[in-house]
């Protein structure tokens, strides 16, 4: 679909392996463009920047505001608990980082937590220097809210959720509302999903009899990754956006990660 001549919000989510561009405003006809950009590892974040601004059409459009959907690991903290001053020594406690990096934080009401996460220095300074002002936001925090309420009528409060994306494993579990843990594995296969999400389910105290697990992430592998899971459990489903967001343009262009598709639909 053509962008339009007018300013629109621009959605850049931003993975070690590739950039995704999204715009959507909602009209009579929705307006919807979308692309993705394979990294070339060869070449800096900021040189794939630049080389993209010059291929991507709708990067051309007019653009009303900037959100930057960063996919790094986060870390909990409890809402009464969190101090915003002490948010960057939190980080460096939980992540061990070598490069400088920004640390940021989105609150998450619907656990009574704050997400806290950061982006290398240099990944951000590239950023900014293409795009100018930009905002920052967790691509796991419209994931965790719209997770939160999912599966809850499925007869058990424990639920567990694995969004499978970039080499990647997110792994939430709910019980009820409530945010018991979220963790980020780095995986190669199906098998190493089923590893670490059931070694993390077991430590909970889960009832693979009982409780259900819930797969994200696009079509081939969360199919894979559900008859990986049902070897183990009994409740296994694999989450649909097309027919979970009622057949929205958003959910049915091919190649729009789970995530931002809770960001956008949000």
């Keep these: 679909m053509e962008t339009s001549h007018f300013p629109t919000k621009l959605t850049i989510r931003v993975s070690d392996t590739r950039l995704c561009f999204a715009r959507y405003e909602l009209r009579r006809e929705p307006l919807f463009a979308f692309s993705s950009w394979q990294l070339r590892q060869e070449f800096s974040l900021l040189q794939n920047l630049r080389e993209a601004m010059d291929r991507e059409e709708l990067l051309q459009a007019p653009t009303s505001h900037i959100e930057i959907l960063c996919c790094q690991p986060v870390t909990p903290v409890p809402l009464a608990d969190f101090q915003e001053e002490d948010c960057t020594n939190i980080y460096k406690y939980v992540f061990h980082q070598e490069r400088p990096h920004r640390v940021f934080y989105d609150t998450l009401p619907c656990a009574n937590a704050v997400l806290?996460?950061?982006m290398k220095e240099e990944i951000c300074r590239a950023i900014e220097e293409v795009f100018g002002q930009v905002?920052?936001?967790?691509?796991?925090?419209?994931?965790?809210?719209?997770?939160?309420?999912?599966?809850?009528?499925?007869?058990?409060?424990?639920?567990?959720?694995?969004?499978?994306?970039?080499?990647?494993?997110?792994?939430?579990?709910f019980n009820y509302t409530r945010l018991e843990l979220i963790n980020t594995y780095e995986i190669h296969n199906t098998a190493d999903a089923s590893y670490y999400a059931f070694n993390a389910a077991q430590k909970l105290g889960a009832d693979t009899r009982q409780d259900s697990f819930f797969i994200t992430g696009n079509k081939a592998e969360r199919e894979k990754t559900v008859e990986e899971f049902r070897q183990f459990a009994a409740n296994?489903?694999?989450?649909?956006?097309?027919?979970?967001?009622?057949?929205?343009?958003?959910?049915?262009?091919?190649?729009?990660?789970?995530?931002?598709?809770?960001f956008l639909m949000e």
Excluded: W
Aim: charged residues 10%; proline residues 4%.
């Design 236 to 262: 296994v489903y694999g989450v649909n956006p097309t027919a979970e967001y009622n057949r929205s343009i958003v959910a049915t262009t091919p190649g729009v990660p789970y995530d931002m598709i809770t």
């Design 135 to 173: 905002h920052y936001t967790s691509a796991l925090t419209s994931l965790l809210a719209h997770l939160s309420q999912k599966g809850l009528s499925n007869g058990t409060g424990r639920r567990f959720f694995c969004h499978i994306h970039d080499n990647t494993m997110d792994f939430a579990a």
């Design 116 to 118: 806290l996460y950061g």
